[in-house]
Every structure is written in C-alpha cells, then in structure tokens.
C-alpha cells in the first residue's frame, strides 16, 4: 500500500479533514489505483462526505498530504482538477429547460472553449457518456422530467462526459429504488473494468459493496477503522463493530445480514443440513424464537446463517461423517427446546446419524415438525403421534408454528422484519 | 464507441425554436416600439413632421424640445432600463438557483430609495429646488452603489449563497425601515412627488446619462456575455462549478457586481422599476426554450428592451395626458407571468 505510485491515482498519507479546525477524521492513508472501485462504508455522520470533499478540494485538508498521479493536489489547476476527477454530489440538482444531453453536456466545460461551443469531440465525448449508463434514449427528454433513477444515471453521465480518471460519488444509491440501485453500481463497476476509471463511491449497503468493491475503507469513530480487499475486511464483527449492530449480522460467505430474533417465544432444535434449514432458521428468528441446530457440517450453508443469526450450532468438520458424539452433544440441547423442526434433508453417508438425533428427538415427546417429502417413518417406539406435524411446505410450516406455539411467553411477534438479503 | 454517431445529438427543428429567428423578431418589435414611443405622445404630430424634426432638428422650436430632449431620450431609456434590468435579473436567478430573485433582491432599490428620500423629504434641499432631479439621480446612485459594495464585501466573506440572500434582503428591511420614518416624518407635498419616483419612470433621462448607461452598460453587457460558459456551470450550483473547473470565488463577486451595477444604474435615474428584472428573465426562458445563458443574455436583452418599451408606451397613453407610475404597468405584465410559472412547473430556476 506504500510506494506502489506507478498506478496510484490518488495517494493520500496522514490526512485529517473536517472543518475549521474541527478535526472529523484524522489518520488516513489510503492510495487508489487505477481502474478500482472503492467504496467507503461507515455509519451516517462518520465523515464520509468530508472525505470525498477534502478529496475533490471542495475543502482544505487539516493537515497531511493528498497526491494526485503523483503530484500535490493542492497544486493542480483548477482546469487540470476538473480534467481529472468528476463528482456525483447529494445536491439536488434540477435546471429547468435542460434536456438530457444538454446536462451532460454540461461536464464538457474543462475540454471546450471560452464559450462553451461543442466540437464533434465534445458531441462524441457526451454521447459515449450517455450510452455507458444505458441513457441513450433519454438524451431528448428534458432533465426536470426524470425520476430519480433516471437522474442519477445522467448526473453520472454528466461527470463522465468530463472525460475524468478519477470519479467520486457521494452516496450514488441513496433514494434510488432497487432496480436502479443495482443498474448504478453495475455501470460503476463497468467502468473501473473497461475504461480503468477509478470509482471512490460512499455507499450504504455493506453487501452490495462487498460484491462491487475492489477496496472498501470502514469510516468510523475520527478515522479509518479498516482499509482494504471486502474479503478480508469485511468480516461479521468488523460490519458489527462498524455500524453497532446487535440485532443483526453480517455474514461474509452468504453476502448479506441476517437480522437476529430477540429469542422471547422460546428456543427452537432444528435438525436440517445441505441448505435445507436456512429458511427455516431466518424465519425462526423473525418470529423471535432463539435457535439450536445440529449436527451441521462448517461448510453447509446452514451452517452460515445460523452462526450468523446466533444460533446455538452443534458442527462437524467437513467431510467428517456425523457421529454418535456429536448426536449426544445435540441431543443435550434438545431438554430447554419448546419444539423441534426436521428440515426433511437428504439423508447420506456423512449425516446418516442426524436421523438417529430425530429418533431421540421424538423419544422426548416435545412437539416435531416435519418438512419430510415421505413422512417420517414413525417407528413403533414413538408412540405419542400426536406430537408429530407434518408440513408439506414452509408455508404450512410457519402456520403450524403461530398455531401452536404462541401462548407461552409475551406472545408478541416481532415487527416482520425482511431480513432476506439481497 | 470510437465511430461517432451522431445519433443522440440535438438538433435543432422548428422555425420557432431556432434562437436567431426570435433575435431578429423581438429586434424587429424593440425597434417598432421604440419609434411608436418616439412618434406617439400626448402632443402629436405628423409622422413627416417627425422625420423633418429628426432630420434637421430647429434650436429653439417646441417640436424639436419634445422629439430630441423627451421622446428620444426616454424611448432609448426604456429600451436600455429593460436590457439591464432584465440581464441583472437573470443573472441574479442563476447564481441564486431562484425563481424568485429579481434585481432588486439584494437592496439596490432600497439603497437608493433611502437616499433619495433624504433628498427629497427631508428639509436638506430646501431652496435648491432648480437642482432637484440633478440632487436625486446623484442621491440614488450612492444608494445604490452603496448597497451594492457593502453585498460584495459580504459575498467575499460568506460561502453560502443562502446566507447572502438573507443579507440582501435584511439590507432592504433596513433601508426601507429608514425611509418609513424618514416618510413619516416628511410634509404631505413631498410625499407625493417620493411615492411617484419610488413607482419609477424613463421620462428626465439627459442625453448625458444615456451616453454614460451606453458605454458602462454595454462594456458590462458584453463581459456578462463573455461569462456564459461559468453562468451554465453556476446553473448545477457552486459545488458542481467548483468541479467542473470554474473558479467560483471570483465569478460569485463579477456575477453580483455585474448585476447590481446594471441594476443601479437604471435605478439611480429612472427609480425602482419593479417586476422588469423578475419577470422578463423567466418569459425568455419560455421564449427561447433554453437555460442556456449564451441564448437567454441576449435573448432577456431583446425580451425586457420590448416589454418595457411597451410598458412605457402604455403608461404614457392609456390616460393620456395623465402618465401613469411605470411600476404599475410592468406588475401588470409581471404578476400574472409569475404566477402562471409557479403553477406551470415546468420552468423553475
């Protein structure tokens, strides 16, 4: 991260910003590279937008060196500036009797002359600007018209028809609905890919930003609490300790946040594996129920989302068959659970045991449910069928449970929270 | 994309919405106008009696006094006091981002006005009646002025244009406290006379002044329109202008000298003419078609050099001999325009 200059866009060593004296972060250093998307992450307030600012020289630094290509930032022009980074700011911009390529046009203003004609270059410039985010065919709409997806694409259209190396956006994806959520971060992304411009975006969701960034830097508490590759940085705790989550969890190997149940109606055994409880486990915890599963394997996606969503986990290694160890260490858990769920997985060599545990599940004669296609064969020993409920599918799964089991504690469910990542 | 094609480019359709046809029309109208307000009047005369007086202008004659000292004058006088308040509105529009911003927003009138009514209500003048209209051009034009330096040393100190605003306007309060108690305190007789300039008027405009306005006026027209590249970018705000490579700190004080010294020129010798700077910014827009201020500083030129020369032509004849006050015909044509935008949307600055 040192004295990689040769492709560093913009390097900046022992920076602090803020305004008049009031430091809001201090302590950075970070260096972009050319064709990079980097997002910065960090709670409302931590002083994203003043970064991106002391960057696009909006305001002075405190104190600590910003290079651009090698060169003091302070000592560019204003017209090398402009020819050099583009913004995409917050500010609400709405001039009236503007069409689409009139706007963007616009960003022509550090390439055209001292009046602002258009040469076929300029003309070109703008248009390639329009077709890289997909707004060829609003060039003749009038700019006030559009909505805010729309809009946001030719503001970035705007910038991009400055022709800059280095373009910094400020919160690109805020009151943008998801189709064009998602349609931004991917012309971004295309960007840093085809035309090696580097993208500093402030971003707000940490999982879209795990899957677009080349870098991510976590702004928190007056400085950086971390700075490079998501992969590595952008770890369960790390996103926790970022935005102070304590109902919810990120999880690196599933992309998303899992939102946690407050565990109030009870706690729930769920035997599942290979994929087949992650539904079951969320929509426990949406209804506030705290969870036990087991025997997972540390690979199964199941695996994931109840580690992320707090449950208490009875694993095996990958690879290693289910034994009757580690049956008995989850049967231990079954006593303090109101019910138990059969997700319905396959059965195979590696988690054969699993139905040994559904056998002594039922043994307790606490209520099961069950997912299973052919029903679970109620062996003989199992006398007590009453507490046997078959689900042909989730959904009946989920009636079952707000059927039987809402008397006990405060009953309340939660708020349903979508807690489905994207 | 390295073939260009030229697919999504504007082009220009319509006989209507090419800029230079309406140039050469709304030239063509100022200029009809303008000799309508030479050739009308409460004397009248004969079109050929008018081109004699033009031609071969007689000392001492009444006719020539009233062609060559009083319709003249004032008809260049109208078509000059529309131009440059209608370019100081707009400018004023486009750096405040505001539909609502005329001229006068900043206190230019109302700098002028305080000063005007010491001259005028107060006991200071009394025995130099012969130099009266001299004494209030003079007394307008401090005002004003002064209110312009003190809005650009302030637009030196603050960032926000918000801020500025709220200077300029709380000026204005000041001013116009002043002139209530200096209006409160005058006699009956004067009062009179104050109200009707404070209403504004081309008329007693001296071929001197107009030969000042002119020269000054011209040279701040034509290096506003050297700033239309920076005036475009000031339309995305200060912060996107400040991007895109317009050194925002010095174009801030040009855009507000340029436009109060447009503003108090007309208003040290013709008063505060209302309405003229608000409105005829926003019918050029709707004229043209266009934000861009390469069309719309011409364009506001053409429009407010017409609609006030037909102000004036209405002004002085709808109760002829009785010259109705300026402001009133212009707010006439203003306030309808306004409202009709506020309702349309569509055109909002």
């Not at chain 2, 109208?29 to 307000?37: C, D, E, I």
Request: contains cysteine; proline residues 4%; neutral net charge.
């Amino acid at each position: 991260m040192n004295k990689t200059t040769t492709t560093s866009v913009l390097t900046c060593r022992d920076l602090s910003v803020g305004y008049e004296e009031k430091v809001i972060l201090s302590d950075i250093s970070l260096s972009f590279e050319a064709g990079q998307f980097i997002s910065l992450l960090g709670p409302n307030g931590a002083g994203k937008t003043t970064l991106l600012r002391t960057f696009s020289r909006h305001l002075d630094p405190i104190s600590g060196q910003i290079e651009v290509m090698g060169r003091p930032l302070a000592r560019l022009t204003a017209m090398e500036m402009a020819q050099f980074m583009a913004v995409v700011l917050t500010d609400k911009v709405s001039p009236p009797l503007f069409s689409v390529f009139e706007f963007a046009a616009l960003g022509r203003y550090p390439h055209t002359d001292f009046l602002g004609r258009l040469q076929a270059a300029d003309i070109e410039a703008v248009e390639n600007a329009l077709y890289a985010v997909h707004a060829e065919e609003l060039a003749h709409r009038p700019f006030s018209d559009l909505s805010d997806g729309e809009r946001q694409k030719v503001l970035v259209a705007r910038a991009l028809a400055q022709e800059p190396r280095l373009l910094l956006l400020d919160e690109p994806t805020i009151h943008l609905d998801l189709k064009h959520r998602v349609e931004v971060l991917g012309i971004l992304r295309d960007l840093c890919r085809t035309r090696g411009i580097t993208v500093v975006a402030s971003l707000h969701d940490v999982d879209v930003a795990a899957k677009v960034s080349d870098r991510v830097a976590l702004v928190k508490s007056g400085g950086l609490s971390d700075w490079g590759p998501p992969e590595t940085v952008l770890t369960g705790p790390a996103v926790s300790d970022l935005y102070d989550f304590r109902e919810a969890e990120f999880c690196n190997q599933l992309g998303g946040i899992e939102l946690r149940g407050d565990g109030r109606r009870g706690r729930a055994f769920v035997v599942a594996g290979m994929g087949t409880g992650a539904q079951v486990y969320r929509m426990l915890a949406k209804r506030g129920f705290a969870i036990s599963t087991g025997v997972l394997h540390e690979n199964d996606l199941d695996y994931f989302v109840a580690r992320s969503l707090g449950a208490e986990c009875i694993t095996r290694k990958p690879m290693e068959a289910v034994d009757a160890e580690s049956v008995a260490a989850a049967a231990r858990g079954l006593s303090d659970c109101r019910f138990i769920i059969d997700c319905g997985f396959e059965e195979g060599a590696l988690n054969r045991e699993n139905m040994t545990l559904i056998e002594a599940a039922l043994q307790t004669g606490k209520p099961m449910l069950t997912l299973r296609k052919n029903g679970l064969s109620t062996h003989s020993t199992s006398g007590n069928g009453a507490s046997l409920i078959r689900c042909a599918s989730s959904a009946e799964l989920l009636e079952a449970i707000d059927h039987e089991f809402t008397g006990e504690t405060t009953g309340k469910p939660l708020s349903a929270q979508e807690g489905d990542a994207l | 994309m390295t073939t260009a094609v030229h697919a999504i480019a504007p082009t220009t359709t319509g006989f209507w919405r090419k800029p230079g046809v309406w140039f050469f029309f709304l030239s063509l109208v100022t200029l009809s106008l303008a000799v309508l307000n030479v050739g009308i009047g409460s004397v009248s005369f004969s079109a050929g009696e008018i081109w004699q007086t033009i031609l071969t202008p007689r000392e001492g004659a009444a006719m020539t006094d009233i062609i060559w000292a009083i319709r003249i004058p004032r008809a260049i006088a109208a078509v000059l006091g529309g131009a440059y308040l209608a370019v100081a509105g707009l400018l004023l529009q486009v750096y405040f981002r505001n539909p609502i911003v005329g001229p006068f927003i900043l206190g230019i009138s109302s700098g002028a006005t305080v000063m005007v009514s010491f001259v005028m209500l107060t006991t200071l003048t009394v025995g130099m009646t012969v130099l009266t209209p001299f004494m209030t051009t003079v007394a307008a034009f401090i005002g004003a002025y002064g209110v312009m330096m003190i809005v650009v040393a302030v637009a030196a100190r603050v960032k926000s244009g918000i801020t500025l605003l709220i200077v300029g306007l709380m000026m204005g309060y000041l001013c116009s406290a002043v002139t209530a108690v200096m209006t409160a305190l005058a006699e009956k007789e004067a009062i009179k006379g104050f109200v009707l300039w404070q209403l504004g008027s081309f008329s007693g405009f001296k071929w001197s002044e107009i030969f000042v306005m002119l020269v000054c006026g011209g040279a701040i027209l034509i290096m506003t329109y050297a700033m239309s590249k920076p005036l475009n970018a000031f339309l995305l705000g200060e912060e996107y202008a400040a991007s895109m490579g317009v050194n925002i700190r010095k174009f801030r004080i040009l855009i507000l000298l340029f436009a109060c010294a447009l503003a108090g020129m007309i208003t040290s010798v013709a008063g505060p003419v209302a309405f003229v700077g608000l409105a005829v910014p926003h019918m050029a827009r709707l004229i043209f078609h266009s934000s861009d201020n390469r069309i719309l500083i011409p364009g506001a030129c053409l429009t407010g050099a017409a609609i006030t020369s037909l102000c004036d032509l209405i002004a002085r004849m709808l109760l002829s001999p009785v010259e109705l006050p300026l402001s009133a015909i212009t707010a006439f044509f203003g306030a309808p325009i306004v409202i009709g935008l506020l309702m349309k949307r569509r055109v909002k600055l």
